[in-house]
């Protein structure tokens, strides 16, 4: 059996220091070199990034080492209570301008090449138009990603405005259509209430990744220097 083991200080180098002790191959990395070069000198390989990196390239287009352990979580958190907030915010401007008698074809356009275009316009915003409303994701898991977000700003001492009101709209959305019904069906709280239909010709039932194959790369944050 071969074991990888990241995070070797006081509590993780002794459990580690076991493994190895016990005859299992071991694979070791933390942020410490020289936590790492002492189990090294015991028979442990050194692992994390380099060394991964031809993996990272081939599962991703852009590859970021967000830094200490436990910042990817915080940031996957954050990113995806912008994904939501996002999408709430394309419902009540899709069925507004249809409201207001636009074609929803030429406002499609206008967000995509515009101040407000985004990624979850581009995506979520077609399957809305075209009805199906299949994106992957249900409303269990939008409200799951925005609970997180509530959660980790209070820890923090953030006094949110906009995340209850956001928190609230996606679990009225999953009690009114249930918990696997696909998040983007946010959008029927509107068209319900204000009796419209907001499918549009033209848009793909789903998205589908086109873009070539390419090699992954590594973003480097401005300012940040090294991994650490």
Known sequence: MNIGFIGIGNVGG????SILRNGFDLTVFDLDPGAVGALAEKGAAIGAFERAMPVLRAMGRRILHTGALGSASILKVVTNYLATANLA?????????????????????????????????????????NGSRDINFTMDLVAKDAGLFQALAERAGVPLEISPLLLAIVRDGRERYGAREWSPNLVRRL?????????????PAQMVDDEPEAPGYEVKPAGVHGRG
Do not use: W
């Not at 002794?14 to 220091?17: N, R």
């Not at 995509?112 to 985004?118: A, C, K, L, V």
């Open 191 to 203: 068209e319900e209430k204000c009796g419209v239909d907001i499918r549009a010709p033209g848009f």
């Open 89 to 129: 915010a394309l419902c009540e401007a899709m069925v507004t301008a249809k409201m207001c008698g636009m074609n929803l074809n030429t406002v499609y356009e206008a967000i995509r090449i515009s101040s407000g275009n985004s990624f979850v316009h581009e995506t979520e915003s077609q399957v809305i138009l």
């Open 14 to 17: 002794k459990l580690a220091g």
